[in-house]
Each structure stands twice: as structure tokens, then as C-alpha cells.
């Protein structure tokens, strides 16, 4: 899918997507992805790779970690 390991950290993998980065982060069966439409690649993970999703909307809870959003929609 046209992403590669990131040298600080190789369980991150990133794309160039015109001018913005795209990530998957990967933690042991977790996967954080952080990109404008994710649609796609979840897509492709489970119709090409048979990967069962149990979550796939906005983040608010990862690995032992609450998230959330400023007005101005930063996380």
C-alpha cells in the first residue's frame, strides 16, 4: 500500500499522500491510523488481508490512553 517503516520506530509506517503524511502505528494486534480517509486501507485490510477490525471510528481510548479534541479539532 505504499508504506514504509519509520526509522525512529519501525512499528510506525507512513506514506507521502500528496502534501500530508499518512500513519499506521502499530502496537501487537492494535493498529492506530491517522490519515484524512481512512476508508481505503481499512477497507483493503479486511477484504484483501481478512483483518477483523473491532473498532474503526474516531479514537477516544488506545492502549491505556484517553484522547480527545480542541474546538479547532486537533487531537
Not at 7 to 22: L, Q, S
Not at 36 to 41: G, S, W
Amino acid at each position: 500500500m505504499g508504506f514504509q517503516p519509520s526509522k525512529a520506530d519501525p512499528d510506525v509506517w507512513m506514506r507521502k499522500n500528496g502534501n500530508i503524511w499518512e500513519y499506521i502505528a502499530v502496537y501487537v494486534d492494535d493498529l492506530l491510523i491517522a490519515m484524512k480517509n481512512p476508508v481505503e486501507v481499512l477497507e483493503r485490510l479486511k477484504s484483501q488481508y481478512g483483518y477483523k477490525l473491532k473498532g474503526d471510528g474516531k479514537i477516544s481510548y488506545h492502549l491505556g490512553m484517553d484522547f480527545g479534541r480542541n474546538p479547532d479539532k486537533t487531537l
